[in-house]
Each structure stands twice: as C-alpha cells, then as structure tokens.
C-alpha cells in the first residue's frame, strides 16, 4: 500500500488565492520531505526540501515567499502556493524516504 | 547542472514486443533508479541499483547499472497494456546525501497496442 499520502488530488483555484498541500508519510517518521513540480509531458524538477523543525531550502529559482513549505510534525509537510496565479499550474508531488524515496499521488493544481 | 539523459522519448510497440529504454549522464552516479508514472499519479518505484554492473530484475522488467556508472538500461520483455504509462530514471543528485534529491530523466512514453 502507499506510504506517502497526498491531499487533494485535484484543486482549482481562483488567480489570487491560496492553495495548502498536504504530504503525509504513513506508518514512518520522515524528518525530511521533497517538493517536486511537474510541467505537462515533462520531467520532475526538485523545489525544495522540507525539513521538520527547520527552514524549508528552496531550489534555485524557486520562490520562496511564493511556495510556503511548513513540516509541522514528523509525519506531514504542507506546501501552500501563495497568490497563485495560472502559470502556477501544475502537478506538485511530494516525496519521503524510507529506505528509498516513496512518491504521494500528486496534487494537479489548476489555477483560473 | 546535472542531467540525465534518457531515450527514446517514446515508444509505440505492439503486446508481446520486448521495450528497452535507456539513461546516461556526464555525470557517476552511484545509484540508480526507475519509476514509472501513470496518468494523475506519482511516480512509483520499480527497481532500484546501487552497484556498476549490477543487473536486477522485477518480474518482466530487468535493468542494469552501467560499468561507467553513467549509464543504465530498463528493458520489458513481453509487454502487456498495462505496461502503458511514461518510465523514468532518476538518480541522487551529488552532494545531496544519499539518494533523497533526485534529478529524474525527461522520461519514456510507452503505449502498447494490443
């Protein structure tokens, strides 16, 4: 079964507005999290990693004051993408490691 | 920066054909890694290869972590349509301590006729 759950699956929002992602690792402790962004037809790139009890470090390139990541607990990091606008749009998936890197579902955020 | 690069970009075989894609980097690696990804979803693990040479297999599926340790290859023998889906290699990025940060291939559409 999964070991890494991703809430929502889908959310669609309006320009402006702020959108949370939730990432939970299940049945395991994960002290450190990845946020990965995935354009249509393309790749996975890294932007950031989440880091419980501790600041978030963000790829070069990717905002920060726009991509809110918070790892609250040992089991759950948030990422909230702040005043999104359409170009924001995208699949976002989370990651933990347990041994190996688990992926959540990902979250496919349409912003109108 | 790192890249990984991996080919062919897609691929449209008929059931029962065999399929073998590939990764190479400028770059050692010592691990690699490849996931599949189906539509809406995120990526999942199918083999993981930590040694140059090593040759693993899971099921149909068999890769191989090149010598050089900048290359390595995933084949599927007899495909079947659930195989459809796009195929990633992935490795940690160096530096970033194990294989937590990975930097991931542009991927493998496969699409299988019946």
């Known amino acids: 079964g999964a070991v890494v759950s991703q809430h929502p699956s889908r959310v669609i929002c309006k320009s402006g507005t702020s959108v949370k992602i939730e990432c939970r690792s299940l049945?395991?402790?994960?002290?450190?999290m990845f946020w990965y962004r995935q354009f249509p037809k393309q790749s996975l790139m890294l932007m950031a990693t989440s880091n419980e009890g501790s600041k978030a470090t963000y790829e070069q390139g990717v905002e920060k004051d726009k991509f809110l990541i918070n790892h609250a607990s040992l089991t759950l990091s948030t990422l909230t993408v702040t005043s999104a606008h359409p170009e924001d749009s995208s699949f976002y998936i989370c990651s933990a490691v347990r041994g190996e890197a688990f992926f959540g579902q990902g979250t496919r955020l349409t912003v109108v | 920066g790192q890249q990984l690069n991996q080919s062919p970009q897609s691929m449209f075989i008929q059931e029962g054909e065999d399929v073998s894609m590939n990764c190479t980097s400028s770059s050692i690696f010592n691990t690699w890694l490849w996931y599949k990804q189906e539509p809406g979803e995120g990526p999942v693990l199918l083999i993981a290869?930590?040694?140059?040479?090593e040759l693993t297999s899971n099921g149909r599926l068999t890769a191989q972590f090149g010598i050089t340790r900048k290359d390595s290859f995933l084949n599927i023998s007899a495909s079947i349509p659930s195989d459809v889906g796009i195929y990633f290699c992935a490795g940690p990025r160096p530096g970033s301590g194990g294989y937590n940060k990975l930097i991931f291939g542009a991927g493998t559409r496969l699409a299988v006729h019946p």
């Open positions: 049945d395991f402790q994960a002290t450190t």
């Open positions: 290869l930590y040694k140059a040479g």
